[in-house]
């Protein structure tokens, strides 16, 4: 990219979701006004359904606005590629001075799933652009019932790195917390803010990904949501771990599972690959988001990074170094309607850890589809 803007690395992405009525766009209005959202960029899928409160100033062109604070807002015209694209060749052609960021503003009933993909995916994307994180505001006076009603709620706070509830002031406390509760449940992994609390500013809520601008070097604990994940019951970091959680009385938190896998040691490169192929091939409409940082036994000085959604993986990448002298492999992995154990099985198969009625690397490689039970 040849537009001037902040930083030096691809601009970040972050995508803001959350049922009808969640609050995003008063959320939004309140974020815009601080100043570390400067050239922000904020897209969202139609003005007509959005107020930002007393920052429109005028209309520029192809459905982009100017804000009085700088900021651009535009709507998502046919396809998010082609207004990602735009912004790019705005800033390219000099007609956007600066962008440092850019916050897509997704539809209350939208799976974020599609979102993320055309960020993670699209080769004419790649290089201007990288998912920061996920933000998910839920509703704290509808929220239990939203869950229960709505598949796609589940999904938006399954796949958070922030969840952040919203009209706590208008609920009981003891309601409050269980809804903090079963959101933990759904998503162990997720940061949970009350909108109400001073903490729950821009930089509590953004900058989500691996890279820490605080100290300006890879976090893995924090990227992986390990810190978020530590108190839960049933975090236990035993290699190959399968963290699933899921509440029986809500018939779709039962749907989604958490799993953390955990594994000392290098992995040959071809072994994570194939586990990656299979899994993706064999169950990647099931798999809502992943993350890991891998040890290979070619070189395992330098940390290979993966995050994937779905059937698409991210350009796997390499730290030059390990951040925090933790080697080995971890895997955080969030699925939906996935057989329990076939991670952990699959995981062990690769890994070459002994685990019952795990097949043995050369039946598995022979009939892959079989420890997938099709």
Same mark, same amino acid.
């Given at each position: 990219?040849?537009? !001037?803007?902040?930083?030096? %690395?691809?601009?970040?992405?972050?995508?803001?979701?959350? %049922?009808?009525?969640?609050?995003?766009?008063?959320?939004?209005?309140?974020?815009?006004?601080? *100043?570390?959202?400067?050239?922000?960029?904020?897209?969202?899928?139609?003005?007509?359904?959005?107020?930002?409160?007393?920052?429109?100033?005028? !209309?520029?062109?192809?459905?982009?606005? !100017?804000?009085?604070?700088?900021?651009?807002?535009?709507?998502? =015209?046919?396809?998010?590629?082609?207004?990602?694209?735009?912004?790019?060749? =705005?800033?390219?052609?000099?007609?956007?001075?600066?962008?440092?960021?850019?916050?897509?503003?997704?539809?209350?009933?939208? @799976? +974020?799933? +599609?979102?993320?993909?055309?960020?993670?995916?699209? +080769?004419?994307?790649?290089?201007?652009?990288?998912?920061?994180?996920?933000?998910?505001?839920?509703? $704290?006076?509808?929220?239990?019932?939203?869950?229960?009603?709505?598949?796609?709620?589940?999904?938006?706070? $399954?796949?958070?790195? =922030?969840?952040?509830?919203?009209?706590?002031?208008?609920?009981?406390?003891?309601?409050?917390?269980?809804?903090?509760?079963?959101?933990? /449940?759904?998503?162990?992994?997720?940061?949970?803010?009350?909108?109400?609390?001073?903490?729950?500013?821009?930089?509590?809520?953004?900058?989500?990904?691996?890279?820490?601008?605080?100290?300006?070097?890879?976090?893995?604990?924090?990227?992986?949501?390990?810190?978020?994940?530590?108190?839960?019951?049933?975090?236990? &970091?035993?290699?190959? &771990?399968?963290?699933?959680?899921?509440?029986?009385?809500?018939?779709?938190?039962?749907?989604?599972?958490?799993?953390?896998?955990?594994?000392?040691?290098?992995?040959?490169?071809?072994?994570?690959?194939? %586990?990656?192929?299979?899994? =993706?091939?064999?169950?990647?409409?099931?798999?809502?988001?992943?993350?890991?940082?891998?040890?290979?036994?070619?070189? #395992?000085?330098?940390?290979?990074?993966?995050?994937?959604? !779905?059937?698409?993986?991210? +350009? #796997?990448?390499?730290?030059?170094?390990?951040? @925090?002298? /933790?080697?080995?492999?971890?895997?955080?992995?969030?699925?939906?309607?996935? #057989?329990?154990?076939?991670? /952990?099985?699959?995981?062990?198969?690769?890994?070459?850890? *002994?685990?019952?009625?795990?097949?043995?690397?050369? $039946?598995?490689?022979?009939?892959?589809? $079989?420890?997938?039970?099709?």
């Amino acid at each position: 990219m040849t537009g !001037q803007r902040r930083g030096g %690395f691809p601009i970040p992405v972050s995508v803001l979701t959350g %049922f009808l009525g969640a609050g995003k766009t008063t959320l939004l209005n309140r974020l815009l006004k601080d *100043p570390a959202l400067a050239d922000t960029a904020v897209i969202i899928n139609e003005f007509g359904e959005v107020a930002i409160d007393h920052l429109l100033v005028e !209309q520029a062109s192809d459905g982009i606005i !100017q804000l009085s604070d700088g900021c651009l807002c535009c709507t998502v =015209r046919g396809d998010l590629v082609d207004t990602l694209a735009d912004l790019v060749d =705005r800033l390219q052609t000099g007609r956007i001075a600066k962008l440092a960021r850019v916050v897509v503003e997704t539809t209350g009933l939208a @799976d +974020p799933a +599609p979102v993320l993909q055309s960020i993670m995916a699209h +080769p004419a994307l790649l290089q201007a652009f990288r998912l920061d994180g996920v933000i998910t505001l839920v509703d $704290a006076v509808n929220g239990e019932a939203t869950l229960d009603a709505h598949v796609e709620a589940v999904k938006q706070a $399954a796949v958070a790195d =922030r969840i952040v509830l919203t009209k706590t002031d208008l609920t009981e406390a003891s309601g409050v917390e269980a809804l903090r509760a079963r959101l933990h /449940q759904i998503n162990p992994s997720a940061v949970l803010l009350d909108v109400n609390d001073t903490a729950a500013d821009a930089a509590s809520l953004f900058n989500c990904g691996l890279y820490n601008p605080e100290t300006k070097s890879a976090d893995v604990r924090r990227w992986l949501g390990e810190e978020a994940a530590h108190d839960h019951d049933h975090n236990h &970091h035993d290699d190959g &771990h399968d963290h699933s959680h899921h509440h029986h009385d809500h018939r779709h938190d039962s749907r989604v599972h958490s799993h953390s896998l955990v594994h000392n040691g290098p992995v040959p490169f071809s072994a994570i690959e194939m %586990f990656l192929d299979l899994l =993706r091939s064999t169950h990647g409409e099931k798999l809502l988001r992943m993350k890991g940082v891998i040890e290979l036994m070619e070189d #395992p000085s330098l940390p290979l990074v993966i995050h994937g959604v !779905q059937k698409v993986l991210h +350009p #796997p990448a390499r730290l030059p170094a390990w951040p @925090d002298g /933790q080697r080995g492999t971890r895997l955080v992995l969030i699925t939906l309607d996935m #057989p329990q154990d076939y991670i /952990q099985r699959l995981f062990a198969a690769f890994t070459n850890k *002994p685990s019952i009625d795990t097949p043995d690397r050369a $039946a598995l490689e022979a009939n892959p589809l $079989a420890i997938a039970g099709l």
